[in-house]
């Protein structure tokens, strides 16, 4: 997760972080990414089940109910041993998190054991009694999934009005005064909208947005062939950045952040290099302190039926249950060779990863989509967009 507001336009400092000691558990949401410990950010895909068809969906999500799901009660020890652990976020998501009836219930036992929980949504379902709900219970965060205008979004959620229920889902989330955000998946069909999300920001008043880069996993990784090229994603970074500055500029700032593609910290300072090389130092220190992509170490995942995977997207490769052994433990279990070698991946990516100047500040970005496209784990992310030069430079 790489935070273009905070980085570019400076609304972070490296002695922000430092000023709470970099711990976990001490530092506000907005700087989780900087912790020194890597206590995970926990996603739980609570459940399998969906009222839409996304066609990029990474949990393959079906409208039918998944009879293996954790019953509530087996949820509440889950929640137990995370806390236990010093989880500082747990993530409710699924497919469609609102379609289990007990995920209110749940979320308020998280906030109850001191963990700030989240909700990834598509906001189809927020009335404005599930808003209050929410609001009561105390939420963090709604993440509401949002992929263009009306009709680009309506093709990407596979249901015909999806557009109008999310905006009336972020309506009422705002009425009740819960902080809510935008979710962008960015692709060929629909990085042209990326202008339009910063209107509906601006114009809606909403606070936050992240927007991914494609990830190609479940039904993501039919998508490959409709990513964008590397060219088209350098182009569509820099106008994120530049509508970042403008409403910044403006004096309507925005937390606008980039997931799932780690080039996007070089490449943010390579640019302030050239503009402001005094706000690039400062930068560098966040990277720093940001270690680039977290996956089964600073991040994991609980699937609706009890397996841990190292996030979201590696559901082909299970650690363990939490039925048969708490989370914890096999957090901190070793013996499986990509969870050890996940926990220090810089010592086992290849090629140019292995080579790159920046590799302390990438982490090696993503290693499920290289091995989406290789079949090698430890191949190098073939979304990245830096250029062989722009990654040839001294080792930091």
Same mark, same amino acid.
């Given at each position: 997760m790489i935070g273009? !507001?905070?980085?570019?336009?400076?609304?972070?400092? +490296?002695? $922000?972080?430092?000023?709470? !000691?970099?711990?976990?558990?001490d530092l506000p949401s907005h700087l989780l990414q900087?912790?020194?410990?890597?206590? =995970?950010?926990?996603?739980? #895909?609570?459940?399998?089940?969906? #009222? %839409?068809?996304?066609?990029?969906?990474?949990?393959?999500?079906k409208a039918s109910l998944q009879e293996n799901e954790l019953t509530s009660a087996e949820g509440m020890r889950l929640i137990d041993d995370l806390a236990d652990m010093g989880v500082p976020v747990l993530l409710f998501s699924g497919g469609e998190p609102l379609m289990r009836p007990d995920m209110p219930e749940l979320a308020e036992y998280a906030v109850q054991k001191g963990m700030r929980a989240v909700i990834s949504t598509n906001g189809t379902l927020i009335t404005r009694d599930i808003a209050k709900k929410l609001k009561n219970i105390g939420l963090s965060y709604v993440g509401i999934s949002l992929d263009g205008m009306k009709n680009?979004?309506?093709? &990407?959620?596979?249901?015909?009005?999806?557009?109008?229920?999310? *905006?009336?889902?972020?309506?009422?989330?705002?009425?009740?005064? /819960?902080?809510?955000?935008?979710?962008?998946?960015?692709n060929r069909f629909n990085a042209g909208e990326i202008p339009a999300i910063f209107d509906l920001l601006e114009e809606r008043k909403i606070p936050r947005v992240c927007f991914y880069h494609l990830v190609y996993s479940g039904r993501g990784s039919e998508m490959v062939k409709d990513d964008l090229s590397l060219e088209e994603t350098r182009k569509s970074v820099? %106008?994120?950045?530049?509508?970042?500055?403008?409403?910044?500029?403006?004096?309507? +700032?925005k937390e606008v952040l980039t997931v799932d593609?780690?080039?996007?910290? =070089?490449?943010?300072? %390579?640019? *302030?290099?050239?503009?402001?090389p005094d706000r690039a130092a400062e930068v560098m220190e966040l990277l720093k302190m940001n270690e680039g992509n977290n996956s089964g170490r600073g991040i994991g995942c609980v699937s609706w039926d009890g397996e841990v995977h190292a996030d979201q997207?590696?559901?082909?490769?299970? &650690?363990?249950?939490?039925?048969?052994? +708490? &989370?914890?433990?096999?957090?901190?279990?070793?013996? $499986?060779?990509?969870?050890?070698?996940?926990? #220090?991946?810089?010592?086992?990516?290849?090629?140019?990863?292995?080579?790159?100047?920046?590799? +302390? /500040?990438?982490?090696?970005? &993503?290693r499920v989509r290289a091995e989406a496209v290789t079949g090698?784990?430890?191949? =190098? $992310? =073939?979304?990245c967009y830096l250029t062989d030069a722009e990654i040839s430079g001294p080792a930091i």
């Open positions: 273009i !507001s905070k980085l570019y336009c400076g609304t972070v400092e +490296p002695s $922000d972080a430092l000023r709470y !000691s970099r711990q976990s558990k900087f912790s020194i410990d890597k206590n =995970p950010v926990v996603v739980w #895909n609570i459940t399998r089940q969906c #009222n %839409l068809k996304c066609i990029h969906c990474y949990a393959q999500a680009i979004n309506d093709r &990407f959620r596979g249901v015909e009005g999806a557009f109008g229920m999310a *905006l009336a889902g972020i309506e009422n989330c705002q009425e009740a005064g /819960i902080k809510v955000g935008l979710r962008f998946t960015i820099d %106008l994120i950045i530049d509508r970042t500055r403008r409403l910044h500029d403006a004096g309507k +700032p593609n780690h080039a996007d910290g =070089p490449y943010i300072y %390579l640019r *302030l290099l050239k503009e402001n997207f590696w559901r082909h490769h299970s &650690f363990g249950n939490v039925r048969q052994r +708490p &989370f914890s433990t096999i957090w901190n279990d070793l013996s $499986d060779p990509l969870m050890k070698g996940l926990k #220090n991946k810089k010592k086992h990516v290849k090629g140019r990863c292995a080579g790159c100047c920046w590799l +302390p /500040i990438c982490g090696g970005n &993503f090698d784990v430890w191949a =190098p $992310d =073939p979304a």
